[in-house]
Nanobody, 117 residues
Framework: QVQLVESGGGLVQAGGSLRLSCAAS????????MAWFRQAPGKEREFVSS????????YYRDSVKGRFTISRDNAKNTVYLQMNSLKPEDTAVYYC??????????WGQGTQVTVSS
């Protein structure tokens, strides 16, 4: 079990940048794959990006490729999402998740990202 706390959300103009952080508690952080999801008002939660336990492989949804970068620091029990060239359609609550082969089993409370046009 791992507890997750996101931070770094806020209001930014289109074209701007934000860096989200997700701090994890527990000694097993480095054994988990980590991911970012987002949920816009009236829409279902959707996958944004993920990273395997050692950072060796990363995955992105097509709409954020080339703009978002996921990374992790296992020494700090933290995963990051650097978001550049933000668009109004990126507006959503962003959630951090920790998972293993059985699925994304641990979730944070979310952080709001609002991109104004």
């Amino acid at each position: 079990q791992v507890q997750l706390v996101e931070s770094g959300g806020g209001l930014v103009q289109a074209g701007g940048s934000l860096r989200l952080s997700c701090a994890a508690s527990g000694r097993t952080f480095s054994s988990y794959a980590m991911a970012w999801f987002r949920q816009a008002p009236g829409k279902e939660r959707e996958f944004v990006s993920s990273i395997i336990w050692n950072g060796g492989n990363t995955y992105y949804r097509d709409s954020v490729k080339g703009r978002f970068t996921i990374s992790r620091d296992n020494a700090k029990n933290t995963v990051y999402l650097q978001m550049n060239s933000l668009k109004p359609e990126d507006t959503a609550v962003y959630y951090c998740a920790a998972g293993d082969t059985t699925g994304w089993r641990n979730w944070g409370q979310g952080t709001q990202v609002t991109v104004s046009s």
